[in-house]
């Protein structure tokens, strides 16, 4: 390129602005490549993807680092990679997928070019007829490849790739529910409810909902649709994880649901040591509100017999009135 230009100019094929203007291209071309040549490479300061040559990342876009023996990879790139089999139980290998097979896709994938970066490895190809795209996966999430995580696990080029009616005009005016900012003017960072008057999210927002509220609490924030809207979602590559919700599985995150009430609440407390002492048996043994479990007595402090084993709080036992009251009229109606 750059020897073309000059031998033009030498030869006087060039002249006037034309001449000045290929010139300073030339020397703005020449610029960039030396930045190029002089950038180097980062190196990765731990282990790698072995599948898309990345660090472990965000979970919610790549999936959790797997390491085994001498294999490590994201488990999304691992499900997603077009030509591996998972011939193995969920306890072998990782997740299912056997360390042979696994080594095959290897090499296979170092015989692709991502259309991307150009870099070989490129597992993933596009899975509409005739199309050759290879991609590594955080490559082809960069420029709007989409994957899909049920079925057949398919992915799809930007070009190939489903997509949605989205109105460009609302896109404008509207807002993410998820997180009250304005929705994005790319239509591939955006989503579509199929329900709730197609309600627009964002992509990423949407994501982190799915893998925060899991298979078992995914629906529409809005309408709580349970059926149309988590398959359209998985339509749209977005990964549900099967599992519990992220709240559910928090180490004591529900502990104090498991501590019984331990607090006597009649109106005079007799106890010599307080309402907050009381005796696993006998007279000073505490007792709690049948119905609402939330407030209890000494037994003594409410005059309970020591047979007695139900006793209910104010706010749960029935009025005398109310037990006495009977609408007139009633008839024969039960």
């Known amino acids: ?36 040549r002089a950038t180097p490479r980062k190196l990765p300061s731990g282990p790698v993807c072995q599948l898309c040559l990345q660090e472990p990342g965000d979970p919610e876009k790549l999936g959790e680092f797997l390491q085994k023996d001498d294999l490590s990879m994201h488990y999304f790139c691992l499900i997603l990679s ?3 089999p998972q011939r193995g139980q969920s306890s072998r290998g990782l997740h299912g997928f056997l360390p042979e097979d696994i080594r095959k896709e290897l090499a296979r994938a170092s015989r692709k070019i991502c259309f991307v970066c150009k870099q070989k490895g490129a597992a993933i190809n596009c899975q509409k007829d005739h199309c050759v795209k290879n991609f590594h996966l955080p490559c082809g999430q960069e420029t709007g490849c989409l994957s899909q995580f049920f079925g057949e696990y398919k ?20 807002s993410c529910l998820l997180c009250c900012e304005e929705l994005s003017q790319a239509t591939v960072e955006n989503i579509q409810s199929p329900c709730c008057s197609q309600t627009t999210y964002h992509r990423k927002c949407m994501q982190k909902y799915a893998h925060t ?3 078992h609490f995914f629906k529409c924030p809005q309408c709580n649709n349970r059926e149309e809207f988590p398959q359209e979602m998985l339509r749209m590559g977005i990964h549900i994880p099967d599992r519990d919700a992220a709240w559910e599985l928090e180490p004591g995150a529900f502990s104090e649901l498991y501590q019984r009430y331990q ?14 002492s009381f005796d696993d048996e006998g007279k000073w043994s505490l007792i709690r509100c049948a119905t609402c479990g939330s407030r209890g007595t000494h037994r003594d402090c409410s005059f309970l017999r020591s047979s007695s084993k139900k006793w209910e709080c104010e706010e749960c036992a029935p009025s005398a009135e109310a037990a006495d009251y009977a609408p007139e009229n009633s008839g024969g109606i039960p």
């Open 155 to 174: 992915s799809f080029c930007e070009k190939h790739r489903p997509t949605q009616d989205i109105q460009q005009g609302n896109v404008g005016e509207e």
């Open 263 to 276: 607090h006597c609440d009649a109106p005079t407390c007799l106890h010599e040591q307080g309402r907050d």
């Open 82 to 84: 077009s030509k591996l």
């Open 213 to 215: 509220s899991a298979k």
């Open 1 to 36: 390129m750059d020897n073309g230009i000059l031998r033009e100019m030498s030869q006087g094929m060039l002249t006037g602005s034309s001449k000045t203007t290929l010139y300073f291209f030339f020397l703005l071309y020449r610029k960039c490549a030396k930045t190029r």
